[in-house]
Nanobody, 125 residues
Framework: QVQLVESGGGSVQAGGSLNLSCAAS????????LAWFRQAPGMGREAVAA????????YYPDSVKGRFTVSRDKDKNTVDLLMNSLKPEDTAMYYC??????????????????WGQGTQVTVSS
């Protein structure tokens, strides 16, 4: 059974930065798609970053492009999300997700079969 544990959430002022980290177990031996999603109250779950281990392809929606960066540490089996220039509209619960096996990068919640419990990010103006 895959387990994903997020950390690094918190409260920050607009313009600040946070780094979220997701530790996965067990180690992945096949190509996977790793993603960070967020969900604000009353809203659907949306992908804010994804990376496909097969070729390193990454995905960012326009709302975070240039501000968020996803990275994977193969040795530590972690996936991080560095969030810069945070805005109040980035406030949400952030979830780590993995699609196993994967043959391409996933951009939708339905593409993912394992999820973490989430970590709260609050950005104040």
């Amino acid at each position: 059974q895959v387990q994903l544990v997020e950390s690094g959430g918190g409260s920050v002022q607009a313009g600040g930065s946070l780094n979220l980290s997701c530790a996965a177990s067990p180690r992945f031996y096949s190509h996977v798609s790793l993603a960070w999603f967020r969900q604000a109250p009353g809203m659907g779950r949306e992908a804010v970053a994804a990376i496909y281990t097969g070729d390193g392809t990454t995905y960012y929606p326009d709302s975070v492009k240039g501000r968020f960066t996803v990275s994977r540490d193969k040795d530590k089996n972690t996936v991080d999300l560095l969030m810069n220039s945070l805005k109040p509209e980035d406030t949400a619960m952030y979830y780590c997700a993995v699609s196993i096996p994967a043959f391409d990068i996933g951009k939708l919640p339905i593409n993912y079969n394992y999820w973490g419990q989430g970590t709260q990010v609050t950005v104040s103006s």
